[in-house]
């Protein structure tokens, strides 16, 4: 048999391509010439690489388009993803910057191995078929583990490698696992199959199918960081580089929930009865678990990672609805979500220097007096993560719980509208000490350089911007969720 | 001779692996250890998708089986690299001694 791939195919997967010869380029460049100013050209063309396939992918809005035999689709709910990971991909190269010229991360391939990730999240998102949705989080995965561990001669940073890498394979398996048994039961691996087959009638539930669809939460759950599979997130997120805990919490967590979201909501949902109990437990418990645990850090660092588990929590809601319209709050969540986690993190590795991150919050205090403006910046992200009008983070929240209101999940609700009234505690603490504390530490002199204030400018006026004109945003995402309906 | 075992065992035995692999990657201390109850996990899956695939009549689950292996190398390579890196700097693999982060 001769298998033919029309040519036209390659012309949707433009993004893809780029971003995949820049990362081999950036890698060529590091093997033939591996000096601090060819790194710094290196960075410029993944810069260079993630807005030119920003600009690409911008032109396949509205598009709709099975290729390569239904393993890849090009539809407006993979556009919509992508075009989130490329501007995390392009603030964080911008802020890498600086932040690997401070001798931290003496490799050029860093560079390659975000673009790698990236490439990962942008298959992941578009897949069509459990064979391409693994490949996807496999490319992510494997990028980040190394990436975790690039902090030369940092034990933090290698355990934290060591850590993501074996509870990462651990949890691949676990998702593996869940397709192998939804395999068995359905007989496909093509998600609208599968969708298909549970609908003709043709179907019975058997225990098989049940441990599958189990199994299929447990590894979408680990790389969203969902208790109770979130062991790995606070540990992970705090020994990584900052630049890479920013793009985990912000890119992988996206590109998860992008994934779980389309299996969930085109093959599985016929069958919600069956997922929404466990997703409502799952979604409860990393609300509480996440914000109860932030309480007590006195690592701003370990902090954050902490309110990324409960933000998990906030964007399962959502999903526990199953409803198709309402699923749009996810993607509007996950939008503002970016913006503030990366200018937060962007504020914590301003404070750190060479072998010392200072992300203890004594750090913080008088930071308002010697630096209003990254004090000020610094607020807009906390206020945001804690859930303050008119702030983005605010608008997300309320779309969210206004999906479970709408969809009568009023436990739900209530219990997301108590744990974010916990949350304000430690997002303000931090507040309370960069503003009335006095400094007991010498201070130190930040290196405010251009590329770090414009990621903060840029997510500030982002967060503003999505908070006091939600509207064009919400009619994005209720354009890509179009596809499930 | 093999057409002749119901389908249902290859399933469990599937199930035996991969339970006995979770385990292992749970209880073992030393990461090497882990790594290979991984690998068993990994395997069992295979087993499921070839014994799936042989029952359905598709080719879908064999192809799948070349993906996993594949990725499991590529794994296998990056965690033995992470291991060094962690040896060099500490002097040991055990699990339960790489505890700097915690809280």
């Known amino acids: 048999m001769v298998v033919t791939i029309p040519e036209f195919a390659f012309r949707w997967i433009i993004p893809e391509i780029i971003v995949a010869v820049c990362a081999l380029a950036v890698l060529l460049i590091e093997v033939f010439s591996g000096t601090r100013n060819s790194r710094r050209f290196s960075a410029f063309l993944a810069l260079f690489g993630a807005c030119l396939a920003l600009y690409v992918t911008l032109a396949l809005w509205n598009q709709q388009e099975d290729i390569f035999y239904n393993l890849y689709t090009i539809d407006d709910f993979g556009t919509f993803f992508k075009v989130v990971f490329l501007v995390i991909t392009a603030l964080i190269t911008i802020l890498s910057l600086r932040y690997t010229e401070r001798g931290e991360i003496p490799f050029g391939e860093y560079y390659a191995l975000l673009l790698f990730g990236l490439l990962g999240m942008m298959i992941m998102v578009s897949s069509n078929n459990f064979i391409t949705i693994f490949v996807g989080l496999e490319i992510m995965s494997i990028s980040l583990y190394v990436l975790c561990g690039l902090l030369a001669g940092n034990l933090k940073s290698a355990e934290a490698s060591f850590k993501y890498f074996l509870l990462g394979a651990f949890a691949t398996a676990f998702l593996l696992y869940g397709m192998a048994f939804v395999y068995a039961t359905t007989g496909s691996l093509d998600i609208a199959e599968i969708a298909d087959y549970v609908l003709s009638g043709d179907f019975y539930l058997t225990p098989m199918f049940m441990a599958g669809i189990a199994f299929l939460i447990a590894g979408f759950g680990f790389k969203t960081a969902s208790v109770p599979f979130h062991m790995w997130t606070p540990d992970v997120y705090e020994g990584a580089p900052t630049p890479v805990t920013a793009f985990m919490a912000t890119g992988v967590k996206a590109a998860s929930f992008g994934a779980f979201l389309r299996v969930f909501y085109t093959a599985l949902l016929p069958f919600m009865e069956g997922w929404s109990g466990i997703l409502w437990v799952i979604a409860v418990l990393t609300m509480t678990v996440g914000n109860i645990t932030a309480l007590v850090q006195d690592n701003v660092k370990r902090m954050l990672a902490y309110s990324s588990i409960a933000h998990a929590g906030y964007i399962l809601i959502a999903l526990v609805t199953g409803d198709r319209a309402l699923s749009s709050s996810v993607l509007y969540y996950l939008m503002a979500y970016t913006f503030m986690n990366i200018g937060a993190f962007t504020v914590v590795i301003l404070l750190g220097k060479k072998g010392e991150e200072n992300t203890d919050i004594e750090h913080y205090a008088g930071l308002a007096k010697r630096y209003p403006f990254l004090a000020f910046c610094m607020s807009i992200f906390l206020l945001s993560l804690a859930g303050f009008p008119p702030l983005a983070g605010f608008m997300g929240k309320f779309y969210v719980f206004s999906a479970a209101v709408k969809a009568e999940y009023y436990g739900l609700a209530v219990i997301g509208v108590l744990n974010s009234a916990v949350a304000f505690y430690y997002y303000l603490r931090v507040m309370m000490y960069m503003y009335f504390r006095e400094s007991e530490m010498p201070s130190e002199e930040i290196n405010l350089s251009f590329a770090y204030m414009l990621v903060i400018v840029i997510s500030a006026w982002a967060l503003i911007h999505m908070g006091i004109f939600p509207r064009d945003f919400l009619l994005l995402a209720r354009k890509s969720v179009d596809i499930f309906i | ?103």
Do not use: W
Request: hydrophobic share 60%; with cysteine; aromatic share 10%.
């Open chain 2, 1 to 103: 001779m093999l057409q002749d075992i119901p389908h249902g065992f290859y399933f469990i035995l599937s199930g035996i692996l991969f339970t006995i692999g979770a385990i292992g990657a749970i209880t073992r201390r030393n990461a090497i250890v882990i790594f290979m109850c991984i690998e068993l996990m990994l395997n069992a899956v295979n087993l499921a998708f070839i014994t799936a695939g042989n029952a359905l009549s598709s080719m879908d689950g064999a192809v799948f089986v070349f993906f996993i292996m594949t990725v499991a190398a590529v794994e296998a390579a990056v965690g033995l690299a992470i291991f060094i890196t962690i040896f060099r700097l500490k002097g040991t693999i055990n699990a339960d001694e790489v505890n700097l982060l915690k809280g």
